[in-house]
């Protein structure tokens, strides 16, 4: 098992930056890919970035690419969300997600934390 907690969500302006942290613990040696995923009201969850757990590969959807970046401390077991010049329409549960491999699929992860909810407001 892997427990997945997420924090650092909250209120910001259009234009401002948050940054999430996704903190893992159990069994983290099988969480090669963490992904973040989010879920605004009344829409479908869809893929946000991830990385894989030496750091060398990440991706992104194009609506974050460039504005977004993910990171990790494996001596801590966090991943990090930097999000900069957010908009409105990244209002949204923020989820972060471990699997096994590459994927921009929410079904190909296994472990899911509880979410944060990140409001831009314009």
């Known amino acids: 098992q892997v427990q997945l907690v997420e924090s650092g969500g ?3 302006q259009a234009g ?3 940054r999430l942290s996704c ?3 159990g069994r983290t040696f ?3 890919y963490t992904g973040w995923f989010r879920q605004a009201p009344g829409k479908e969850r869809e893929f946000v970035a991830a990385i894989h757990r030496s750091g060398g590969d990440t991706y992104y959807a194009d609506s974050v690419q460039g ?3 993910v990171s990790r401390d494996n001596a801590n077991n966090t991943v990090y969300l930097q999000m900069n010049s957010l908009k409105p329409e990244d209002t949204a549960v923020y989820y972060c997600a471990v699997g096994s491999f590459r994927s921009d699929y929410g079904p190909a992860y296994a472990y899911w934390g509880q979410g944060t909810q990140v409001t831009v407001s314009s």
């Open 23 to 25: 903190a893992a613990s």
């Open 30 to 32: 099988i969480t090669y």
């Open 67 to 69: 504005r977004f970046t």
């Open 10 to 12: 909250g209120l910001v």
């Open 16 to 18: 401002g930056s948050l």
